[in-house]
């Protein structure tokens, strides 16, 4: 019946509101966290006159490349974390909005889904009333199978696009030895490089790094949480503490670039075990998910 189709609809769409729940406490958190932080740098970059709009406007790649050439001189850390949170607070921000956008929607398609649930019962003969519970129940336990389903799917989306941003970025700093001959013939050189497809596609992947981190963190926080696979996060924090605090350290040091790159490898390594973990949970999630359109099959032929 159409009816039981568009409920089976709303009640998959309502039970995403625990995740989106959780995952909107956490982004929310984290939004105003780097607000406050940005702020404050703000304040610090125009007490020391630095030009934050021109700041802006520069690339990531542009700005490891002015710490590499001049060791720290020409790009402050200051600047450099100013330019870290600003790139993840955009990112973050747009997050939040679609977030909030499909909260909302889950909160109005509630309201539909208890006027069709009222309006079934009342159709509903006593005898009918026994098997349709029992369908209902087994309905919520698949639904809630397929939502921990799209968890990991999630999680596993934003792995594999970390995955291949930590390459990009260990192809890149393998490439850092050519840079002292570039700065030979002046910037106009590296200028004219930024301005290729290749180092635009190469400069996105790098900058979205830093929030494809953050977000798998807090989507494994979400999946510990309701699925307690107890997948171990905290390599990944300690890639991402890395990447905010230490790099430009390691960056401004040119005889550090194998550790870097060692480093960046690591973080490679252990992104990739944690697609493996969540591909073997979902392997498990639908098998039983399988079970119970199977006994749902069984119950409506009986």
């Known amino acids: 019946m159409e009816i039981d189709k568009r409920i089976s609809e709303l009640q998959e769409l309502i039970y995403r509101k625990y995740s989106f729940e959780k995952k909107l406490s956490d982004v929310n958190e984290q939004y105003y966290f780097i607000k406050d932080r940005l702020r404050d740098l703000v304040y610090k970059l125009e007490n020391m006159d630095y030009d934050i709009k021109a700041l802006d406007k520069k690339s990531i790649i542009y700005l490891w490349y002015e710490i590499f050439i001049s060791q720290g001189k020409n790009i402050s850390k200051l600047e450099y974390e100013y330019k870290m ?37 009342n159709l509903s003969l006593n005898e009918e009333k026994e098997k349709a519970d029992k369908l209902h129940d087994l309905e919520l336990e698949a639904i809630k199978y397929k939502s921990r389903i799209r968890d990991i799917n999630e999680a596993i989306n934003s792995s594999v696009y970390l995955s291949d ?18 700065d030979i013939f002046g910037r106009g050189l590296f200028m004219s490089i930024t301005k290729t497809l290749v180092f635009k596609q190469t400069d996105e992947k790098i900058k979205k790094l830093h929030y494809l981190a953050n977000r798998l963190i807090r989507e494994l926080k979400v999946i510990n949480f309701y699925m307690d696979l107890r997948i171990d996060i905290n390599a990944i924090i300690k890639y991402l503490d890395y990447f905010e605090k230490h790099l430009y350290d390691d960056i401004k040091d040119k005889t550090r670039l194998p550790e870097i790159i060692k480093h960046i490898n690591q973080g490679y390594e252990i992104v990739n075990d944690t697609i493996n973990n969540l591909r073997t949970n979902k392997e498990t999630y639908l098998k039983e998910l399988i079970n119970i359109e199977k006994n749902k099959q069984e119950f409506n032929n009986s």
Request: aromatic share 10%.
């Open 85 to 121: 949170l600003s790139n993840l607070h955009d990112y973050i921000r747009t997050e939040l909005n679609e977030l909030n956008n499909k909260f909302e929607k889950i909160t109005e398609s509630e309201a539909l889904y208890k006027q069709l649930i009222e309006s079934k019962q």
């Open 165 to 182: 941003a930590f390459k990009q970025l260990v192809d890149l700093l393998q490439k850092t030895k050519d840079w002292d001959n570039l």
